[in-house]
């Protein structure tokens, strides 16, 4: 049973960057389909990125895409998502997780909240001036 951890949240300014890292523990994060997730005040869980286990495709959504970028360090049991150029509406809580179907959860076109059950306890993201 895989545990899951974020870390590199922080204060940032519009247009910086900050790298999130997901840390593994208990099992190798190679075996699990991984998703970043982030949720505002008031506002529904909003899936992000996801990067699938059984053939290393990747997902975007529209909000993220050209300036969000997921990668794995498979040496160091971690998942990070690099975000660049970053806005004020970005400010949330960044979450990483696994599915509880290995593979599931990650699409060319979307991903699936309802497919993940592991979850970090999540960093916050703030971005302000």
């Known amino acids: 049973q895989v545990q899951l951890v974020e870390s590199g949240g922080g204060l940032v300014q519009p247009g910086g960057s900050l790298r999130l890292s997901c840390i593994g523990s208990g099992e190798s994060l190679g075996y699990y389909t991984i998703g970043w997730f982030r949720q505002a005040p008031g506002k529904k869980r909003e899936g992000l990125s996801c990067s699938r286990a059984t053939d290393g495709a990747t997902y975007y959504a529209d909000s993220v895409k050209g300036r969000f970028t997921i990668s794995r360090d498979n040496a160091k049991n971690m998942v990070y998502l690099e975000m660049d150029s970053l806005k004020l509406e970005d400010t949330a809580v960044y979450y990483c997780?696994?599915?509880?179907?290995?593979?599931?959860?990650?699409?060319?076109?979307?991903?699936?909240?309802?497919?993940?059950?592991?979850w970090g306890q999540g960093t916050q993201v703030t971005v302000s001036s």
């Open positions: 997780a696994a599915p509880f179907i290995m593979g599931y959860g990650c699409y060319d076109d979307k991903i699936d909240i309802d497919n993940y059950d592991h």
